[in-house]
Structures are given as structure tokens and as C-alpha cells.
């Protein structure tokens, strides 16, 4: 599996305003998920995008897919206070290797 | 609640020492991933163990061990622990053996360790 890179590293929002991440990543994949990490607590997973999705939707969450371009991103609309966290990207290659690489995250702050 | 729980939630020790950490994945998941989260590392891949054989391997140190038992509990066992592993180490879990279709995995709470 290959690392994905998110951008920005950090982004500080207000309460009900959009927040967009960036993953970006370097061979081809098969599939590639998205996870939320509250401070200290364990990972959890958002949405799931296949290589042959463009966009997929999950409540509040849209993630988008450019394989072309190898890059997704994730929005948030209408965020809240409860969103603040670090997000990953965690994209699964074509090959048989089984493991997940975390980026280093974007950490998301949701100012109330 | 991911259905994953790790045991467990808080170990102090001092350097030199041995522990075992302790994960049971999520009822009918086969595959468990262990990972070390610390501030300067980010979130390390460690070791995936797949109805109890090992799959797959990461950043692991030869002073670390894991095992994943016959009813698929997995324990990673931390020997001559150094200041550095102090860490964040998180179990997770999913339902397939994790090639080019895997699914989503499933994270437990963690543990923390802090080696004195």
C-alpha cells in the first residue's frame, strides 16, 4: 500500500461553514477510504470510494475521486463543533499487499 | 462502540520491561491490523495477522511480537521497552483478509503506553 497525503495540514473553520480536505496519492488504486481520529481516541471510518466511483455520499460527508489526477477530497458541509478532529486518507493499491499507510492527517477545527 | 476492544487502556512501565496488549476484533472479523500512533511518527502500521496467520508487516521492531489466537483475539507483546515506544497502540479489525477489495477496518479505543 502506498502513504496518501492530505492538505492542508491544519484548517480552522466556523460553525456551519464547509470544510474540504485533500488527499493525494501516487500509483493506482483499487479503492480509498477515509477515517476521523478524535484527539486520542481510536479511528473511525467515514466512507469507502472504489476506483471506478467519482463521488460518493455519506450523510454531511461528499468524497470525491479523480483517478486521473490521483486525488480525492473530502467535504464536510454544514460542520459543527463535533467535527473537530484529524482526518486520514488511506488509499488501497491494486497490488496484494494487504496494510493501510496513514498520511499525516489534517486536523480540523471547528470554532462554535 | 467499533465493536473492537483493546485491554488495556492505560500501562505504565518502566524501561527494560515486557508487556502484552490485548485486542478482540469485531464478531466474524478474521483479519487484525496492530498500529503505534506517537507524536513524532504519526500513525505506523505494525503487523496484520488474518485468521491467525501472519499477513502482512510493517514498521515493526524485532523487539515486538504478535500472535492472533484460534478464537482470533491477537495480543503484540512489547519486550525490553525503551522511552521511545511510549506510544498510542491501536488495534483494528475487518472482515477480509485486506487484498486489492478490502473493506473498511474497524479501530479499538487503544492503548496508551508510557514507558518511565
Known amino acids: 500500500s502506498q502513504q496518501g497525503e492530505e492538505d492542508p495540514q491544519a484548517l480552522s473553520i466556523q460553525e456551519g461553514e464547509n470544510a474540504t480536505m485533500n488527499c493525494s496519492y501516487k500509483t493506482s488504486i483499487n479503492n480509498l477510504q477515509w477515517y476521523r481520529q478524535n484527539s486520542g481516541r481510536g479511528l473511525v471510518h467515514l466512507i469507502l470510494?472504489?476506483?471506478?466511483?467519482r463521488e460518493k455520499h455519506s450523510g454531511r460527508l461528499r468524497v470525491t475521486l479523480d483517478t486521473s489526477k490521483k486525488s480525492s477530497s473530502l467535504l464536510i458541509t454544514a460542520s459543527r463543533a463535533a467535527d473537530t478532529a484529524s482526518y486520514f486518507c488511506a488509499p488501497k493499491t491494486m497490488d496484494s499487499s494487504y496494510k493501510l499507510i496513514f498520511g499525516s492527517g489534517t486536523r480540523l477545527l471547528v470554532r462554535p | 462502540d467499533s465493536g473492537v476492544t483493546q485491554t488495556p487502556k492505560h500501562l505504565i512501565t518502566a524501561t527494560g520491561q515486557r508487556v502484552t496488549l490485548r485486542c478482540s476484533p469485531r464478531s466474524g472479523d478474521l483479519s487484525v491490523y496492530w498500529y503505534q500512533q506517537s507524536l513524532d511518527q504519526g500513525l505506523q502500521f505494525l503487523i496484520q495477522?488474518?485468521?491467525?496467520?501472519?499477513?502482512a508487516k510493517g514498521n515493526i521492531l524485532e523487539r515486538f511480537s504478535a500472535q492472533q489466537f484460534p478464537d482470533l483475539h491477537s495480543e503484540l507483546n512489547l519486550s525490553s521497552l525503551e522511552l521511545g515506544d511510549s506510544a498510542l497502540y491501536f488495534c483494528?479489525?475487518?472482515?477480509?483478509?485486506?487484498?486489492?477489495?478490502?473493506?473498511?477496518?474497524?479501530f479499538g479505543p487503544g492503548t496508551r503506553l508510557t514507558v518511565t
Open positions: 495477522y488474518y485468521n491467525g496467520e501472519e499477513r
Open positions: 470510494i472504489r476506483s471506478n466511483e
Open positions: 483494528a479489525s475487518s472482515v477480509d483478509s485486506g487484498r486489492a477489495s478490502a473493506r473498511e477496518q474497524y
